[in-house]
């Protein structure tokens, strides 16, 4: 078949590929390209392999910072290329990157999709550290691991502009994250108020603020106001940020209640008028607003990247600085004692899901252009 290729996808999560690129996996198989999925395999291997593609296991934590770790993982993962024979290599997430992209330098590939899907706690960091750690990954990716046919995918312009690249740059494409189906995330009728029924869904990480939206609930309801918070989601064992459960169970009370990890997020979103997210930062654009979102709630968010390329303050949520509790308290208040505006931001952000190219199809498509234009 004319153009047809051998497309590796390189992510050190199962899940995290499962969870957010499935329908690129498939438009790809559909466009007639040989897809593999090289991953560290745990339970997700059967909903990957639905897709059409082969998936292939490699052993690589994704916390660890060891540079021998990381090189022994690249020289397995250039085994892994080489065997494949694969013509292109998708690296998503930082990681991948870096293990791909050396992976891809040793098996002599140069077509290459770097997808940055945020920069984590990297990102989220505003001193020293944070500045220098991100300066040595820019010259590290747009270095050595940059070939003349390496194409650049983020789900932000400020990414872009932390790699040192305009988002106009002819190898620079900025999508709509991974996108969401707008006809699997659709609206619910809004429960009655009072009270205001916020949801917040996300790894139960310190970096998503989760500590800030407990606090800013805590402050409203002392205020006066009628809020009430839920938290969807489970501590990452592997990631360093986990919130202890401990922690977790001791917020659940006033008004606070932490339910763990949930298969139904869209029945979690119809039970609620608000989704929360008040990230610190570090993200790509996170698929909780997506859905959110799509299922035409209003959103309430901090002014980071990723957070801010969906939600614009006073259209489709509220926008507060990071780590600001009384900022966050005072939003929630207003939405509180205004229903007509949160129903009116909620059919705003679902507008803008449907018209702004964040959707599933949207995303692909722009990624196959990018295959076609390596090939």
Known sequence: MPGRRTIAFVVTEDWFFASHFLPLARAAVAAGHAVAVVTRVRAHRDAIAATGARVVALEAERSSLNPMAAGYAAGQLAAILTALEADLVHCIALRGILVGGAAATLARIPRRVYAL??????????DAAGRLGRTALRHLIRGPLETAR????????????????????????VVGGAGVDPAAWTPRPLPAQPPLRVALVARMLWSKGVDTAV??????????????????????????RAIPEATLRDWSRDGVAWHGPTADVAGVLGASHVACLPSRGGEGLPRALLEAAACGRAIVTTDVPGCRALVRDGVEGLVVPPDDPAALAGALARLAADPALVARLGEAARARVLAGGFTEAAVAGAVLRIYADLA
């Open 150 to 173: 390496t194409r650049y995918l983020f789900e932000n312009p400020d990414d872009a502009a932390l790699l040192g690249l305009d988002p106009a740059d002819t190898r620079v494409t």
């Open 215 to 240: 606090a800013a609930v805590r402050l409203a309801r002392e205020g006066g106001a009628a809020v009430a918070l839920t938290l969807h989601g489970a501590p990452d064992p592997s990631n360093r």
């Open 117 to 126: 899907t945020g920069l984590g706690l990297i990102g989220a960091r505003r």
